[in-house]
């Protein structure tokens, strides 16, 4: 099984709402991202989490936040978000540290309106 | 990481080989060059990496430059399920570098 899945495939809400999205592997990976795609655009990185503890935070505002329960399973809630918060969210994983592939989800699409 | 340039979009027939090149010539003697695509809609996938030697899977070749500052994706037969966003991508072997950028892409079309 090589497959990140991701829910939900899209979320509409407005922005005094509270939603989590939700990413989760079973290949064993240690490493998991989430991953911050505008239209027309790459995607950016936002977090990693490495063994269950977070390594990167590319200066993301404490809208999102994080959380990574055991190693196959990757959350991001978020609280108080703007319009321009709308995208797509990409999760991924991969084995480990290091230039390990990363396998990625389909996305959440998120609209907040 | 190194930087990356890549064009903006090519097209590419049915059948034939797509090669998309892709210049770092910044790149650094512990740098990898990985390729990933995304197809509409869907998330990234890894296709290939190689550091110096040329790099051949099931779905691509990779040619790398001798001096390593460019390298070449090779998509041999291009299929229509080819057409997607082609990214190059540097990254450096350094103990837990779980870092990954990308750049702007170049968008392929194939076309029957």
């Known amino acids: 099984d090589t497959e990140v899945t991701q829910t939900p495939k899209h979320l509409v809400m407005g922005m005094t709402n509270k939603k989590s999205l939700k990413c989760e592997q079973h290949?064993?990976?240690?490493?998991m991202y989430w991953y911050k795609q505008k239209a027309k655009k790459p995607p950016e990185l936002m977090f990693v989490?490495?063994?269950?503890?977070?390594?990167i935070n590319e200066s993301v505002p404490s809208r999102f936040s994080p959380e990574c329960p055991n190693s196959s399973l990757l959350n991001l809630h978020l609280h108080a978000l703007q319009p321009e918060d709308s995208a797509l969210y990409l999760c991924?994983?991969?084995?480990?540290?290091?230039?390990?592939?990363?396998?990625f989800g389909p996305g959440t699409r998120l609209t907040v309106t | 990481d190194a930087k990356t340039t890549q064009p903006t979009s090519m097209d590419c027939a049915e059948g034939r080989a797509a090669n998309l090149p892709c210049n770092h010539s910044?790149?650094?003697?512990?740098?990898?060059v990985y390729w990933y695509r995304q197809i509409h809609s869907q998330g990234p996938q890894y296709i290939i990496h190689?550091?110096?030697n040329n790099e051949t899977n099931e779905m691509a070749s990779l040619i790398i430059t001798e001096d390593r500052k460019s390298s070449t994706l090779i998509l041999p037969h291009a299929t229509l399920r080819d057409t997607a966003v082609y990214y190059c991508i540097v990254r450096a072997d350094l103990y837990n570098n779980n870092d990954m950028r990308f750049g702007a892409g170049t968008r392929l079309t194939v076309k029957p």
């Open positions: 991924a994983s991969s084995q480990g540290v290091g230039l390990y592939e990363q396998y």
């Open positions: 290949m064993g990976h240690r490493a």
């Open positions: 910044t790149i650094s003697g512990n740098e990898y």
């Open positions: 989490y490495s063994y269950e503890k977070l390594s």
């Open positions: 190689g550091l110096k």
